[in-house]
């Protein structure tokens, strides 16, 4: 079931041009990089703070996390690792709800961010408000959302969910009889609906990255490489996700460039992911899915404008200076947290074969 009468039309969120956030960021020449970033090692070490950082940042500061015990990874494995890692300071590299998700489970230490100004289209797209008189309209259905929304929508959900992890959750409850609210993402809403067939009932935001991924387009150019594997995050448009080899989280389509045979790729996702790709597939080609492209529709070009603004120069100000710091409101957390743990603990479930893995 897939009607959606009864979802305000929020609109779409405006995103600002992502070669305009590019065009703000400021290029070191090779010797101010080198002193900014053995400045941030520096700090990282004497403030005791790590650095968490997501595959769609820019290539540096995945650099930086990797080499001072830090992490790069998806949505999930972000929040896993505030946890199991020892410093009293998170550094999140990425956008807003990162850093919340990452407060949201680690109240005790200090979250800091090189922006607070990074959002996303997804959490824009679901106002609070809205959504918890959605839900309340369908008080028997099970509340799911995406872990790209505010803490106070998360703190309205039941289950908290991460692109690597949907399918799974919602295979479970939908084999335990629950319908679902699903909210915000609708095209990774409607592709875990007809993976699982769960009755589920879905919010309309969109990402403005995936969103743009033209399914024509990608047909044409699958044509000109035939022997290309095409690697699809489930946040594109249907008929992308049609002409997937493999649909998935970062991760997933990171582990994928390694699993199977292509000489290339070609990548519907944010390419901020061709940093880690090129680095663990190293002989391998890799080419940006087609989408609207610049001059037409195109604000985002396949790199999200939100993570852009994250850059050495920012990250480096944080760390000097202690602003950016990420603030729940306590009750709020507290309930956010009953969702978001629910996530953890299923995930640990899953790596410890307590519930069945579909992939
Ligand atoms: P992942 O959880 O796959 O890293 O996705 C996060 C995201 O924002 C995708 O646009
Ligand atoms: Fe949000 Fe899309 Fe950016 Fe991911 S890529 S943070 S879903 S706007």
Redesign the pocket.
């Known amino acids: 079931m897939s009607s959606t009468p009864d979802i305000p039309n929020i609109g779409i969120p405006q995103?600002p041009a992502t070669a305009r956030v590019m065009a703000t960021i400021p290029h070191y020449t090779g010797a101010e990089r080198e002193r900014v970033i053995g400045r941030i090692k520096h700090l990282l070490t004497a403030k005791d703070a790590v650095l968490v950082a997501h595959y769609?940042t820019d290539g540096d500061l995945q650099m930086l996390a990797d080499q001072t015990g830090g992490f790069v990874s998806d949505s999930l494995e972000m929040a896993r690792f505030g946890n199991r890692h020892p410093a009293s300071t998170l550094v999140v590299a990425g956008?807003r709800f990162m850093g919340e998700t990452a407060k949201i489970l680690n109240p005790e230490k200090r979250v800091l961010m090189p922006t607070l100004e990074a959002t996303?289209?997804?959490?824009i797209g679901c106002p609070a408000k809205e959504f918890k008189a959605f839900c309340d309209a369908h008080p028997e259905r099970t509340v799911v959302v995406y872990a790209?929304t505010s803490a106070e929508v998360k703190a309205r959900a039941d289950w908290v969910v991460t692109s690597s992890i949907a399918l799974k959750v919602a295979k479970f409850l939908h084999d335990t009889g629950e319908k679902i609210i699903w909210a915000p993402d609708r095209h990774l809403g409607r592709y875990i609906q007809k993976e699982t067939g769960a009755d589920m009932l879905l919010w309309q935001a969109s990402?403005?990255?995936?969103d743009e991924f033209r399914a024509e387009a990608l047909f044409r150019l699958k044509q000109k490489h035939p022997d290309a594997g095409v690697l699809v995050h489930p946040?594109s448009p249907e008929g992308v996700i049609e002409m997937a080899d493999v649909v998935g989280s970062t991760t997933q389509l990171i582990k994928a460039t390694t699993r199977l045979t292509n000489p290339e790729f070609i990548v519907a996702t944010?390419n901020g992911i061709f940093y880690k790709m090129k680095e663990v597939a190293p002989g391998k080609k890799f080419i940006e899915a087609p989408t609207g492209g610049a001059g037409a529709t195109c604000t985002s070009c396949a790199h999200?404008p939100?993570?852009a603004m994250n850059g050495l120069h920012n990250l480096l100000g944080v760390l000097e200076t202690g602003e950016h710091e990420i603030h729940v409101d306590e009750a709020i957390r507290v309930q956010a947290l009953r969702s978001t743990q629910r996530m953890i603990d299923f995930a640990n479930g899953l790596n410890q074969g307590r519930h069945k893995q579909t992939d």
């Not at 990402?207 to 995936?210: A, D």
């Open positions: 995103a769609y956008v996303c289209s997804l959490d790209n990402c403005v990255v995936h946040e944010d999200c939100w993570m």
